[in-house]
Nanobody, 122 residues
Framework: VQLQAFGGGLVQAGGSLRLSCAAS????????LGWFRQALGKEREFVAA????????YYADSVKGRFTISWDNAKNTVTLQMNSLKPEDTAVYYCAARSRGWRPRPDEYDYWGQGTLVTVSS
């Protein structure tokens, strides 16, 4: 499985950005795809995930109500719509895939895309 993330950039606080992650290769129904982020000097943390088979979504408390993850089956693309962005959302965002369902720990994911930088100015 190969993952390619894009869509980061610079935005003012309160603004919106949309990240996309294109997945290629063999993706089975047991897969979950997620977004993680890593701010400078901090550990990588879970942001959101979606189950390929059920469409169930999972969010970190810090982004609930502001971020929305969705899956475009036809395009094999996972999208993260980020609204009401805050300076503390500034980080490199990574998409990742796990073959055995959703988990919040980054070390439990099998495949990773390259990061895309999101910078939120105050």
């Amino acid at each position: 499985v190969q993952l390619q993330a894009f869509g980061g950039g610079l935005v003012q606080a309160g603004g919106s950005l949309r990240l996309s992650c294109a997945a290629s290769g063999r993706i089975f129904s047991t897969y979950a795809l997620g977004w993680f982020r890593q701010a400078l000097g901090k550990e990588r943390e879970f942001v959101a995930a979606i189950s390929w088979s059920t469409g169930s979504t999972y969010y970190a408390d810090s982004v609930k109500g502001r971020f929305t993850i969705s899956w475009d089956n036809a395009k094999n693309t996972v999208t993260l719509q980020m609204n009401s962005l805050k300076p503390e959302d500034t980080a490199v965002y990574y998409c990742a895939a796990r073959s055995r369902g959703w988990r919040p720990r980054p070390d439990e994911y099998d495949y990773w895309g390259q990061g895309t930088l999101v910078t939120v100015s105050s």
